[in-house]
């Protein structure tokens, strides 16, 4: 029996195993819903799955697709995916405690992936869905990119910001509370002066949560769709950006990957991303001033 559950606990479930299939999904919806450069998924039959408790939490949010998209209302975790006509239930991977005996299968919507994030396994890769899934394929507005700015938006469009340069920081970040509130193998976090961004609308649907044992790691989500969102404002000394949720290629690349000690157990690396146990030494931490909260 796997449990999981959302980032603040109050969401909760089991599932008794094995699981049929795990994917990374890199489409443009699963990166802006989970603010992460891919999603992973594992499947499981319905009669496997098990609210323990907090289902009365789950938000919903119907795409353009007419699907749904499910978060917890009180961190923004993403939820499972229920597809009764199928009999089968999506879960989330990052949210998902210890070995889950299974490890990813494929690649799919490769022709959205992140233009900064590198896929260097050898699982097979797709453009959109694989040969036999008969799906459709939602085709999403593109954003026409403005000179000197990047631009970012959550699933729904409700909330939307710009960001001026580069990053000062970029990491990916694998501790736990990323993998939980993003509900990913890991987070992509860029860290901007607070005067280089802005929001353009829908500041106030923006929700945030606190965990309450950690001195300031927060995450900020769309209070509609669920989306991760940037962090920023109330004398924070940084803007935190979840790297996902940008519409118009920015120039960087990560710099790090952090909490490489927490790493989930299904997810193996292969890029030459600098890797750290924990947070990188003072010299490197030194790209930016004041250091990214935590």
């Known amino acids: 029996m796997t449990q999981g559950q959302c980032l603040c606990g109050t969401v909760r479930y089991e599932v008794s195993g094995p699981f049929g299939s795990m994917t990374h999904c890199h489409c443009s919806m699963c990166r802006k819903h989970h603010g992460a450069p891919f999603a992973t998924y594992v499947s499981a039959p319905l009669g496997a799955f098990r609210w323990i408790c907090g289902e009365d939490a789950v938000a919903q949010f119907k795409t353009e697709s007419g699907g749904m998209r499910s978060f917890c209302n009180h961190c923004g975790s993403v939820t499972p995916i229920f597809e009764h006509e199928r009999g089968m239930v999506f879960i989330p991977a990052g949210n998902l405690d210890g070995e889950l005996g299974i490890k990813p299968q494929r690649h799919i919507f490769v022709g959205s992936k992140a233009p900064w994030y ?18 459709k394929v939602t085709e999403r507005p593109a ?21 001026e340069g580069k990053p000062d920081l970029f990491m990916l970040c694998h501790c736990s509370r990323c993998r939980r509130g993003r509900s990913a193998g890991h987070g992509a976090n860029m860290f901007f002066q607070p ?4 929001w353009i609308r829908g500041e106030s649907l923006v ?5 309450p044992e950690a001195q300031r790691f927060t995450v900020s989500f769309c209070s509609k769709c ?22 118009t ?3 960087a690349k990560p ?7 927490s790493k989930a157990p299904w997810l ?22 004041p250091t990214p909260p935590r």
């Open 118 to 135: 590198e896929i260097r396994d050898a699982l097979p890769q797709h453009e959109e869905w694989p040969p036999g899934w008969d799906m």
């Open 143 to 163: 954003v026409v990119p403005k000179e000197g700015v990047a631009q970012g938006s959550c699933l729904c469009g409700e909330v939307a910001y710009e960001v």
């Open 195 to 198: 005067a280089k961004f802005r």
């Open 207 to 211: 929700k945030h949560y606190k965990v």
């Open 226 to 247: 669920g989306s991760g969102v940037p962090r920023h404002g109330a004398g924070l000394p940084v803007a935190l950006v979840p790297a996902a949720t940008l519409d």
């Open 249 to 251: 290629p920015i120039d």
């Open 255 to 261: 710099m790090a990957r952090i909490f490489v000690a």
């Open 268 to 289: 193996d690396l292969y890029d030459d991303v600098p890797r750290y146990d924990e947070l990188p030494p003072p010299e490197v931490m030194a790209a930016a001033r």
